[in-house]
């Protein structure tokens, strides 16, 4: 019994130290980044304040001729280990190997600048300053960000909706009948400026994985498409592939509720026709997130899968791996697997080729952050054009046909004093136009971002999120009546916030609040109140928020009203570790403290040994 006891007190010491470690912004426990901004300060939030500044992926062969390719974090948990069993060097990329023979502290950081760590011809610091990565030869200086879109759950969720009811076909897992609502990805890639020169996307999930498709139908079985339909089928159903039924070697799962009132062989009719979607939803609940699960491999399929139906449909066919093949439907090597070609916890869709002379992500960094916040990025060989420079690309800004909301004869998507930015809790659009200066830098945020302070934020709904941008070439200390649009009317009760690290959230007044959908507020450059850095620079800093009471604040537990930011794009800021994880660590903790005191009581109770 004391045995017992001792080992569950370990565990919940080990459990305990591991969610305090990972409770941190740079996970793992890791003691070096403080060190880097020490030196760098500035590149705080950028993508080499994550642990691939200084770690490397790696591979390993599962069975003779089959490599796994692992990103940072999974290569760090299989070769060094969650117990550190193993050579933390043999995770380290060339410039990380520098900065531990260096001394490992703030001033190796500085020790090692004028060193060319991955032998790219530029030195450390030259890399550094152009925010590439010292440590990467594919990474350096001269190279440029793709052009990207950012979309949150919510502006997802306000597209064209598809649901589709299908089979799931896998090589060596369950095969399933599932219903999956989502968005076209045509659709998508339309909204987000696809280029003519276009052939396909890459999707990449935050695990490392990655699967290509094609735009338009290939003969290769295995390739599927994105534009257009795929074949209509019918619904395969037989008691010996029902696992319900046949649990020792059923293969098929019909428990869906959208299997229900199917008969062997009814037409599968999908209004609109089949075709791949990114999918939010399995029969009408919120896929759920992805996480590296304890044999550090992906669970889960959200917050959103890439899901293509079957180009040849066939019924569903026994697992590979089955010895059990005299079944009505054995496993057919030529039949139509779709569901391995199903990405899971898509967070990126590269549109090949990628542009000449631009930078790639590092696709086995492909955002943990982006799962925690329900964002996908879009990028690659897209409309890049952004004719105001205000940050908001025209494939978004520009409206058809255009407008001049100043009747300055410039269409406002040209207008540098002008902007209109899509709202981060939908699609519709929010205007702003000042009379002095220029906008820069503007992005949609929802209010519960991580790029948003949560200080003294007050409890009232924030219907559009918040509204970043900055305002240039003011004379310093010059104030500015900014006009702002909303996409309906503003109450009369409604309020504006200003938000900044050191306010918080603070009420600021503002004016033509008379219940139509115009507000105006005045800015001051250096004011603390009214502009975030509070510095008399000719630059007004925001963001700021329109608040109301009469509706319940945006539900974004599921990554509704996330946002795009500057510091989750492609090129500057790539993903952590899930949330979730820190989350089931916590409840691991949990689970063994209760069973550690019910053992304590039941000795106690009783004097015998028993769980």
């Known amino acids: 019994m004391k045995k017992g006891i001792l080992f569950i007190g370990t565990m919940i010491l080990v459990i305990f130290m591991a969610s305090v470690a990972f409770c941190a912004y740079h996970h793992e426990g890791e003691k070096d980044a403080d060190k880097f901004l020490a030196a760098y300060p500035y590149k705080a939030g950028s993508k080499l304040d994550h642990c691939s500044l200084c770690h490397c992926g790696g591979e390993y062969e599962k069975k003779p001729g089959k490599w796994i390719t692992l990103g940072s974090c999974q290569w760090c948990h299989y ?60 990474d350096y200086p001269g190279q440029k960000v793709a052009p990207f879109r950012i979309y949150t759950k919510a502006q997802i969720e306000s597209m064209t909706q598809h649901s589709q009811f299908m089979l799931m076909n896998a090589s060596r897992s369950d095969d399933d009948y599932v219903d999956y609502t989502g968005i076209p990805v045509a659709e998508l890639l339309e909204d987000a400026g696809m280029l003519d020169a276009a052939t396909g996307i890459t999707v990449f999930a935050p695990d490392g994985w990655s699967n290509y498709y094609s735009l338009t139908e290939v003969a290769d079985p295995e390739i599927y498409h994105i534009l257009g339909t795929y074949p209509e089928s019918v619904y395969y159903y037989s008691t010996e592939a029902d696992m319900a039924i046949n649990p020792d070697i059923g293969w098929c799962d019909y428990s869906a509720p959208s299997c229900q009132g199917r008969n062997p062989l009814d037409p599968i009719v999908v209004s609109g026709g089949l075709k791949t979607i990114l999918a939010y939803k399995r029969d009408g609940s919120n896929l759920d997130p992805g996480v590296l699960n304890e044999d550090n491999k992906l669970d889960g399929e959200g917050p959103y899968r890439i899901v293509p139906p079957q180009k040849n449909p066939d019924p569903p066919d026994q697992r590979s791996t089955s010895p059990e093949q005299e079944v009505i439907w054995p496993y057919n090597y030529d039949w ?276």
Request: proline content about 7%.
């Open 79 to 138: 070769s060094y280990g969650y117990d550190g069993h193993g050579n933390i060097n043999d995770t380290m990329n060339p410039y990380g190997n520098d900065f531990h023979d260096y001394g490992r502290s703030s001033s190796a950081i500085i020790a090692i600048d004028n060193l060319d760590s991955d032998l790219d011809g530029y030195p450390n610091k030259e890399e550094i300053e152009a925010t590439t990565f010292p440590g990467n030869p594919d």
């Open 336 to 611: 139509d697997h779709n569901k391995g070609a199903a990405t899971r916890s898509a967070t990126i869709i590269r549109v090949d080729p990628l542009p000449e002379g631009c930078t790639d992500i590092d696709v086995l960094e492909a955002g943990w952050a982006y799962v925690d916040q329900a964002k996908i990025v879009v990028y690659g060989n897209i409309d890049g054009t952004d004719s105001n420079g205000n940050g908001v690309l025209d494939s978004e800004e520009k409206d058809n046909p255009p407008e001049d909301f100043n009747g300055d004869g410039i269409p406002d998507y040209q207008d540098p004093k002008t902007t209109r930015v899509r709202e981060a809790t939908g699609n519709r659009k929010i205007l702003l136009d000042t009379p002095q200066g220029a906008f820069v830098n503007v992005k949609a945020l929802d209010c519960s971002d991580p790029a948003v302070s949560q200080k003294d934020k007050p409890s009232l709904s924030f219907p559009y999120g918040c509204v970043g941008f900055e305002i240039t070439g003011l004379t310093p200390g010059e104030s500015v009546s900014l006009t702002i649009v909303f996409p309906q009317d503003v109450p009369t009760s409604a309020k504006y916030y200003k938000i900044n690290d050191i306010a918080g959230w603070h009420e600021i007044p503002f004016g033509s609040n008379d219940g139509d959908d115009t507000i105006t507020v005045n800015l001051t450059d250096g004011d603390p109140l009214t502009d975030s850095d509070g510095e008399k620079n000719g630059t007004i800093v925001d963001p700021g928020a329109l608040a109301v009471s009469a509706e319940p604040d945006v539900d974004t537990s599921s990554g509704g009203g996330g946002c795009f930011i500057a510091t989750a794009s492609p090129g500057f800021h790539l993903g952590q570790e899930p949330n979730s994880l820190y989350t089931r660590l916590g409840l691991m903790l949990m689970i063994f403290s209760l069973g550690f005191l019910s053992v304590i009581a039941l000795n106690l109770s009783k004097n015998r040994s028993k769980r």
